[in-house]
T-cell receptor, first 113, second 115 residues
């Protein structure tokens, strides 16, 4: 079955540091890939997405590229801010009426001033 | 535009009581999902609906849990009787369809504490 693996956390960075959060997946075919972010006390919000190989999703300075050859969708940001402190989830979705979103376990990011 | 609306935001009740969580999906969305989030188990899909019809309830923990969607704009998740191990944050989410790149939109959740 489908699965998503995220790097172990938590991650603590200083403000303006470079961020990489690894995500790899196991799935047949060409699923859509997503990054969701969850701020304290809130629900998950879509951060960015990609629907086919070599697509790059981007939003709020975050980027991730759909790499079919390495089955990866790593999240990057050049300069993190304190306000980026949150939990980040990688997820995949096959198209189709009865498909389900498969989430990774999530990783907590803390950014120090 | 209004997002997914859940109520109540917080619920504290005693073991054995019935608990009802409510969700209003985004208008026009065909899919509705119920999730549970705990520190130990992370995010778990409990059940989802397509056009008000339950499609997959394999994630519902046991018979104490039930979910309904009487119309396109309302769904409930009920726990009866409740137990302390049901304490968690319960999220409702909706999506337009299951096409490529279609995201799920989450509500802010109900934080449930069973004493």
């Amino acid at each position: 079955g489908d699965s998503v693996t995220q790097m172990e956390g938590p991650v603590t960075l200083s403000e303006e540091a470079f961020l990489t959060i690894n995500c790899t997946y196991t799935a047949t075919g060409y699923p859509s890939l997503f990054w969701y972010v969850q701020y304290p006390g809130e629900g998950l919000q879509l951060l960015l997405k990609a629907t086919k190989a070599d697509d790059k999703g981007s939003n709020k300075g975050f980027e991730a590229t759909y790499r079919k050859e390495t089955t990866s969708f790593h999240l990057e940001k050049g300069s993190v801010q304190v306000s980026d402190s949150a939990v980040y989830f990688c997820a995949l979705l096959h198209t189709g009426a009865n498909s389900k979103l498969t989430f990774g376990k999530g990783i907590t990011l803390s950014v120090r001033p | 535009d209004a997002g997914v609306i859940q109520s109540p935001r917080h619920e504290v009740t005693e073991m054995g009581q019935e608990v009802t969580l409510r969700c209003k999906p985004i208008s026009g969305h065909d899919y509705l999902f119920w999730y549970r989030q705990t520190m130990m188990r992370g995010l778990e899909l409990l059940i989802y609906f397509n056009n008000n019809v339950p499609i997959d309830d394999s994630g519902m923990p046991e018979d104490r849990f039930s979910a309904k969607m009487p119309n396109a704009s309302f769904s409930t998740l009920k726990i009866q009787p409740s137990e302390p191990r049901d304490s968690a944050v319960y999220f409702c989410a909706s999506s337009l369809n299951q096409g490529a790149g279609q995201p799920q939109h989450f509500g802010d959740g109900t934080r449930l504490s069973i004493l």
